[in-house]
């Protein structure tokens, strides 16, 4: 009776056991399924899985889209615990074997090269992939705080009921993702895309509309781009669309929005900026541009250069249309003034004939 009584203990204990397992891991998949992207998710599950895996540190990892490196996006537990940021499939046994790897498995004298030194000995850590749809999209690292045989096991089995459901959401997050971009990027330079800048620019505007604050619109245009691929061809001047493009990406802030509008044509639009400051900002931008030497097919190209149009909320326009239209008055004039210059539309009138090109360099 003793006996059957400690068996039926232990069996209520399990269940216990399974139905918190159960609940937290549905407690984080709902979470998971309510981010709005990858590093939300990566966020989520370094927060939450602490609470699944006690008396635990580890990693979360994930295949670059190259599909030759894992990087760890996340981390949890003890703080002075060190973990490679980087590392290849290949150093790590669990994904070349396609199974979990670290503790009571006839590999586990094995050490994975990617914490070897961190000095980890077999039944101290164990990874395990995580695999949705076929593919290789991650790996779950954990470092054991318990030298409890079983409780080392429990967490195991916790662990890997985790990382079948966190693959799956991870992968079609990612998917998502891939989706989304495509939709609003530019393919060839990975700026946005017109469509979404225009989307962009009316909800910048509303935002504009209540804060009382201004949104600055600027339109750019690569100089003699024709005459360019023509003496150097098509293949160099999607070298400076590419590079010039890198640039763009790296000079703005994150509210910012630029995008390829059209061939040659870049649009930046700038919330919540003055005037003067905005205008600063692309005199610098436009500098920049111009020093940049391109190498494409054993040749170099350099001294291309920009024209600029700049129009700003609310003065010359409330509206989508308006403004683009006002932009590309003065970017024409700019054009006309000798080109490799800035020009902002007057505040008085949106007409060619008052300008202020006080940014004008020979």
Known sequence: LQKAHDELQRSVLELERRNQEMRLIGEMVEL????????EAYEVVTRRIVHLLQDTSGALYVITPSRNMLECVGSWGEPTLEYEK?????????????????MDTEASDL??????EAHCTPGVYLCIPMVAHGEVIGLLHIRYATENRN???????????????????????????????QSIRDPQTGLFNRRYME????????????????????????????????NYGHSAGDAVLRDWSNLLKTRFRGSDIV?????????????EISVDNARQRLEQLRQDLR??????????????????????????????????????KALYRAKELGR???????????????????????
């Not at 998971?32 to 590093?39: A, F, P, T, Y």
């Not at 499939?89 to 790897?101: Q, Y």
């Not at 209540?210 to 781009?225: E, T």
């Not at 995008?259 to 919330?271: H, N, Q, T």
């Open 199 to 230: 989307d962009s620019l009316d909800r910048e505007l509303s935002r504009a509309e209540r804060s009382g604050k201004p949104v600055v619109v600027a339109m750019l245009d690569i100089d003699h781009f024709k005459h360019l691929n023509d």
């Open 151 to 181: 409780a080392k096991s429990i967490i195991a089995n916790s662990a890997q009921a985790a990382t079948e459901q966190l693959s799956l959401i991870l992968a079609n997050l990612r998917l998502r993702d891939t989706l989304r971009n």
């Open 32 to 39: 998971l399924e309510s981010c709005r992207g990858l590093e």
């Open 291 to 328: 020093r940049v030497a391109v190498r494409q097919d054993g040749q170099t190209i350099d001294g291309v250069t920009v024209s600029m149009g700049i129009a700003y909320y609310p003065v010359h326009g409330r509206t989508n249309q308006s403004l683009l239209q006002t932009a590309d």
């Open 111 to 116: 050490i994975c090269k990617h914490v070897e």
């Open 86 to 102: 980087t590392f290849d499939p290949e150093d790590c046994w669990a994904l070349r074997r396609n199974k979990p790897h670290g």
């Open 340 to 362: 490799d210059c800035i020009v902002t539309a007057s505040e008085e009138t949106q007409d060619d004939a008052a300008v202020d090109w006080s940014f004008r360099t020979s």
């Open 259 to 271: 995008c390829r509008y059209g061939g040659e044509e870049f649009v930046i639009i700038l919330p």
